[in-house]
Nanobody, 127 residues
Framework: QVQLVESGGGSVQAGGSLRLSCAAS????????MGWFRQAPGKEREGVAV????????YYADSVKGRFTISQDSAKNTVYLEMNSLKPEDTGLYYC????????????????????WGQGTQVTVSS
């Protein structure tokens, strides 16, 4: 049974930083893609950052480019999301997700394309 466990969420002031971690129960290279998605109250879940686990290429939502960095540590079966210069609009429940199978670049942001999900970790940014 695939398990993804997020950690590292919390409350910070605008301009602050957080580092999220997603620990997988299996070798992360058994997935083609791993990513971070977020959902704010009353809004749809949106793709934040995705990494191709075998090649290392990455995708970022325009709203986080230059501020967030996704990375992986295969030895620890963990994917990270380093978040800097946080803004109140970054507030939400952040989910880790994984996918097995190819994916067009245009669909990397689409949560419906991902097969496995964690329970989420809350990030709250105050102004």
């Amino acid at each position: 049974q695939v398990q993804l466990v997020e950690s590292g969420g919390g409350s910070v002031q605008a301009g602050g930083s957080l580092r999220l971690s997603c620990a997988a129960s299996e070798n992360i290279r058994s997935y083609d893609y791993m990513g971070w998605f977020r959902q704010a109250p009353g809004k749809e879940r949106e793709g934040v950052a995705v990494i191709f686990t075998r090649g290392g290429s990455t995708y970022y939502a325009d709203s986080v480019k230059g501020r967030f960095t996704i990375s992986q540590d295969s030895a620890k079966n963990t994917v990270y999301l380093e978040m800097n210069s946080l803004k109140p609009e970054d507030t939400g429940l952040y989910y880790c997700a994984a996918r097995r199978g190819p994916l067009y670049e245009d669909n990397l942001h689409d949560s419906r394309r991902f097969n496995y999900w964690g329970q989420g970790t809350q990030v709250t940014v105050s102004s």
